[in-house]
């Protein structure tokens, strides 16, 4: 039961990483209604940047991340500017194609400007079990996750308010709902997307700078993304609350399905069928298979706008 | 206060849908915008409030005054600034925010205080207190006519001296569209707020309204004080399907005749 334990709470955390990633593409999912091909570029040209500047400058983490958040705001304005603007009143696909096209183009300059090999990062977090919780409960908590998972609570806490308190966040929600709508109201959609790309800017620092610190700032960050997916589709695109539950239940089940699964299933074909296979390695493809099974019996995700049909 | 010259606007670049419209909205007034399917309204009042960019429309010729000066070329965001609000047709609420989110992004371009955007608020539900009841419920999940409440309402949040009001009476049984049009005139008469209102529903908007433009295939085939063209018998006929002689029929030589004649 403790290794039960410790298998589900160690997967909760690391479901936190994937939700941090997942938001990101919510954020400008809800705003603009374009998946955002290029948020795994984000996320690591946030940690390359960050990593690049502690190096050049020496600068500490309270230096750098204020400068590389100033990067990603310039960012996001640039996007609006240069991508988003020419673009508008173009059908969903184009705009997602320039996203596809964005996201070389950020993982170029990445990796141009401060080089390709891999590099450490440091927030000075330990990936080590937390000693008094494993005194009193005999678990072993990694004290890197559980860090990562208050953050991301954080940022998830903040995002609430300013989604559901703020005139901005209003307006952005609005935005989302009906754009016409929203010019005709006088809310200047350029203004709103600059600030939404910004948001995503700012969430996909975070994320890299916990992911960078996890895995080392390498050009494998860009994959995160992809693990953001399944997420998206249990907890609905347009979800932030979506995007945690998401990342909470493909974290926890894809660990135990780890543990677990393969000694079940083994065990099983065995038995009745005669069959030996290896199943090891499930939790490569498990939260997949997790969404496809989803995508067919929930499309629009647990958390998803349904679409609200009235005459 | 607002003005319309001899304006064409083409959609894609070659579809001509307004050819030469030309009118205007004194301050204080209620001016009702008529005709029938495709005969080019909404087209004027987006061409008026600048979304017609955001749908590939263009004003190609003529100009658009809103107190003395040129808007042609304003955002709609710094219309709304000015107090041109435009209540789209169809309402247009945010469907996933409540009710009374929908009224405060309204304000949106208002630097005002809290307090005082709290008293506007209030203002809104003493016109229409059904939204007050409402006003926690998603917007999307509420009657066609406290949708569009809910979209005057909106657009009162902004503090305009104009709306450009849509079809209001579009969907809406009988006694809704009287109880909005009453509205209307309560906020024409009382807060001095301007209306150019695009209707079909010729019949009521003419009673509501001081004047009238009936539009027709991009152009205006006819205009006068409210009173006269409800008293018309061309209007009286093709609007109201009435005549001295009784209903009739759309096919009608007679009728054909005379939209010729207006045509022309
Ligand atoms: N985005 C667009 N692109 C191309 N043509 C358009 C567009 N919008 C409107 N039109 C055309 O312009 C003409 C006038 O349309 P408009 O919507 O202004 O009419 P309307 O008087 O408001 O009609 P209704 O009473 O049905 O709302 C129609 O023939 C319509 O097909
Ligand atoms: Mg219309």
Same mark, same amino acid.
Not at chain 1, 204 to 228: C, I, S
Not at chain 2, 203 to 227: F, K
């Given at each position: 039961?403790?290794?039960?334990?410790?298998?589900?709470?160690?997967?909760?955390?690391?479901?936190?990483?994937?939700?941090?990633?997942?938001?990101?593409?919510?954020?400008?999912?809800?705003?603009?209604?374009?998946?955002?091909?290029?948020?795994?570029?984000?996320?690591?040209?946030?940690?390359?940047?960050?990593?690049?500047?502690?190096?050049?400058?020496?600068?500490?983490?309270?230096?750098?991340?204020?400068?590389?958040?100033?990067?990603?705001?310039?960012?996001?304005?640039?996007?609006?500017?240069?991508?988003?603007?020419?673009?508008?009143?173009?059908?969903?696909?184009?705009?997602?194609?320039?996203?596809?096209?964005?996201?070389?183009?950020?993982?170029?300059?990445?990796?141009?400007?401060?080089?390709?090999?891999?590099?450490?990062?440091?927030?000075?977090?330990?990936?080590?079990?937390?000693?008094?919780?494993?005194?009193?409960?005999?678990?072993?908590?990694?004290?890197?996750?559980?860090?990562?998972?208050?953050?991301?609570?954080?940022?998830?806490?903040?995002?609430?308010?300013?989604?559901?308190?703020?005139?901005?966040?209003?307006?952005?929600?609005?935005?989302?709902?009906?754009?016409?709508?929203?010019?005709?109201?006088?809310?200047?959609?350029?203004?709103?997307?600059?600030?939404?790309?910004?948001?995503?800017?700012?969430?996909?620092?975070?994320?890299?700078?916990?992911?960078?610190?996890?895995?080392?700032?390498?050009?494998?960050?860009?994959?995160?993304?992809?693990?953001?997916?399944?997420?998206?589709?249990?907890?609905?695109?347009?979800?932030?609350?979506?995007?945690?539950?998401?990342?909470?239940?493909?974290?926890?089940?894809?660990?135990?399905?780890?543990?677990?699964?393969?000694?079940?299933?083994?065990?099983?074909?065995?038995?009745?069928?005669?069959?030996?296979?290896?199943?090891?390695?499930?939790?490569?493809?498990?939260?997949?298979?997790?969404?496809?099974?989803?995508?067919?019996?929930?499309?629009?995700?647990?958390?998803?706008?349904?679409?609200?049909?009235?005459? | 206060?607002?003005?319309?010259?001899?304006?064409?606007?083409?959609?894609?670049?070659?579809?001509?849908?307004?050819?030469?419209?030309?009118?205007?909205?004194?301050?204080?007034?209620?001016?009702?915008?008529?005709?029938?399917?495709?005969?080019?309204?909404?087209?004027?009042?987006?061409?008026?409030?600048?979304?017609?960019?955001?749908?590939?429309?263009?004003?190609?010729?003529?100009?658009?005054?809103?107190?003395?000066?040129?808007?042609?070329?304003?955002?709609?965001?710094?219309?709304?600034?000015?107090?041109?609000?435009?209540?789209?047709?169809?309402?247009?609420?945010?469907?996933?925010?409540?009710?009374?989110?929908?009224?405060?992004?309204?304000?949106?371009?208002?630097?005002?205080?809290?307090?005082?955007?709290?008293?506007?608020?209030?203002?809104?539900?003493?016109?229409?207190?059904?939204?007050?009841?409402?006003?926690?419920?998603?917007?999307?999940?509420?009657?066609?006519?406290?949708?569009?409440?809910?979209?005057?309402?909106?657009?009162?949040?902004?503090?305009?001296?104009?709306?450009?009001?849509?079809?209001?009476?579009?969907?809406?049984?009988?006694?809704?569209? &009287?109880?909005?049009? +009453?509205?209307?005139?309560? !906020?024409? @008469?009382?807060?001095?707020? #301007? *209306?150019?209102? =695009?209707?079909?529903?010729?019949?009521?908007?003419?009673?509501?309204?001081?004047?009238?433009?009936?539009?027709?295939?991009?152009?205006?085939?006819?205009?006068?004080?409210?009173?006269?063209?409800?008293?018309? &018998?061309?209007?009286? +006929?093709?609007?109201?399907? !009435?005549? @001295?002689?009784?209903?009739? #029929? *759309?096919?009608? =030589?007679?009728?054909?005749?005379?939209?010729?004649?207006?045509?022309?």
């Amino acid at each position: 039961m403790q290794f039960f334990f410790e298998v589900l709470i160690g997967g909760l955390l690391a479901g936190v990483m994937y939700s941090l990633v997942a938001l990101g593409f919510v954020l400008i999912y809800k705003a603009s209604g374009v998946f955002n091909f290029a948020q795994g570029a984000m996320v690591f040209l946030a940690a390359l940047t960050f990593v690049g500047l502690q190096e050049k400058f020496g600068l500490p983490l309270w230096g750098a991340f204020p400068l590389t958040l100033g990067v990603m705001v310039l960012l996001g304005i640039g996007i609006e500017r240069v991508v988003l603007r020419p673009l508008v009143n173009q059908p969903q696909i184009t705009l997602f194609m320039a996203t596809i096209g964005l996201a070389f183009f950020l993982e170029g300059v990445a990796q141009l400007v401060w080089g390709t090999e891999v590099r450490r990062l440091d927030l000075g977090l330990q990936d080590e079990p937390i000693e008094s919780v494993m005194e009193r409960f005999n678990l072993l908590i990694s004290k890197f996750d559980l860090v990562a998972a208050l953050v991301a609570g954080l940022l998830v806490a903040v995002l609430a308010v300013f989604f559901n308190k703020t005139r901005i966040g209003r307006a952005l929600r609005a935005v989302a709902d009906d754009h016409q709508a929203a010019l005709a109201v006088g809310i200047p959609l350029k203004q709103i997307w600059a600030i939404v790309w910004s948001v995503a800017g700012f969430v996909a620092l975070v994320a890299g700078l916990l992911w960078g610190a996890r895995n080392g700032v390498q050009f494998a960050l860009t994959f995160v993304a992809l693990k953001a997916l399944p997420v998206l589709i249990l907890g609905g695109f347009e979800s932030v609350l979506g995007a945690i539950v998401g990342g909470l239940i493909i974290g926890a089940s894809e660990k135990l399905a780890e543990v677990y699964l393969p000694s079940l299933m083994s065990d099983f074909l065995l038995k009745h069928y005669d069959i030996s296979i290896n199943l090891a390695g499930i939790e490569g493809w498990f939260a997949y298979m997790l969404a496809l099974v989803f995508l067919l019996v929930r499309p629009e995700g647990l958390f998803g706008e349904r679409h609200i049909d009235r005459v | 206060m607002l003005a319309i010259n001899n304006i064409e606007v083409i959609y894609d670049h070659v579809i001509l849908v307004l050819k030469g419209v030309s009118l205007e909205v004194p301050q204080g007034r209620i001016v009702a915008l008529l005709g029938g399917n495709g005969a080019g309204k909404t087209t004027t009042l987006k061409a008026i409030s600048n979304l017609l960019r955001s749908e590939r429309g263009e004003v190609t010729k003529g100009s658009i005054e809103y107190k003395g000066e040129r808007i042609d070329r304003s955002s709609p965001s710094e219309l709304v600034r000015r107090g041109v609000v435009q209540v789209m047709e169809g309402r247009h609420c945010f469907q996933h925010l409540t009710v009374e989110e929908n009224l405060l992004t309204g304000a949106f371009t208002r630097s005002a205080s809290r307090a005082q955007i709290a008293q506007d608020l209030e203002k809104v539900y003493a016109y229409f207190p059904r939204l007050k009841v409402r006003r926690k419920s998603q917007s999307g999940y509420t009657s066609g006519g406290e949708q569009q409440m809910t979209a005057i309402g909106r657009a009162l949040m902004a503090q305009p001296n104009m709306i450009l009001l849509d079809e209001p009476s579009m969907g809406l049984a009988p006694q809704v569209v &009287e109880e909005i049009f +009453e509205i209307v005139k309560d !906020l024409n @008469s009382k807060e001095g707020v #301007s *209306f150019l209102l =695009a209707e079909q529903n010729t019949m009521v908007a003419l009673r509501y309204a001081n004047y009238g433009y009936i539009l027709e295939n991009g152009r205006v085939v006819m205009e006068g004080d409210a009173e006269n063209l409800r008293t018309n &018998e061309d209007v009286k +006929e093709f609007y109201l399907g !009435l005549s @001295s002689a009784g209903r009739k #029929s *759309f096919r009608d =030589a007679k009728h054909y005749r005379r939209r010729k004649r207006w045509l022309a």
